[in-house]
């Protein structure tokens, strides 16, 4: 009889995942978001934010807020770099090592 309840428990508790293995979330359309048909009218596909290339041999306009931004983000880089370098140390075992060196020191060894 317990066995028979077991079975039944085992049954729904396999439907149960089965049905949340169909459930897809934000899968998109069928065939994935490139497939053929799916994007709009005037969505021109290969390129980086709809922005058209520009004519062979001439080289593309920055933006006005693309030099300030790359200016921003090189010198953040550079306090990073700099500033982590110089910071004390100040683990544990360093703190150890100068207060042996100064008890040493204090002893006359």
């Given amino acids: 009889m ?3 309840g077991l079975r039944g428990f085992a049954a ?3 439907r149960g995942v089965q049905r949340q293995q169909q459930r897809r979330m934000g899968t998109g359309p069928p065939g994935g978001y490139f497939a053929e048909g ?3 009218e ?3 596909n290969g390129r980086l934010f709809n922005e058209t290339p520009p004519p062979p041999g001439q080289s593309r306009k920055w933006e006005d807020w693309e030099a300030p931004w790359y200016a921003t ?3 953040v880089g550079a306090m ?3 500033g982590l370098s110089a910071k004390p140390e100040t683990s544990g075992s360093e703190w150890a090592r100068e207060e042996a060196k ?3 020191a204090a002893s006359g060894k």
Avoid: K, P, T
């Fill in 2 to 4: 317990q066995s028979a």
């Fill in 12 to 14: 729904r508790a396999v």
């Fill in 38 to 40: 799916v994007q709009g």
């Fill in 42 to 44: 005037g969505h021109v």
């Fill in 73 to 75: 983000m090189a010198a």
């Fill in 80 to 82: 990073l770099v700099f």
């Fill in 102 to 104: 100064r008890r040493l």
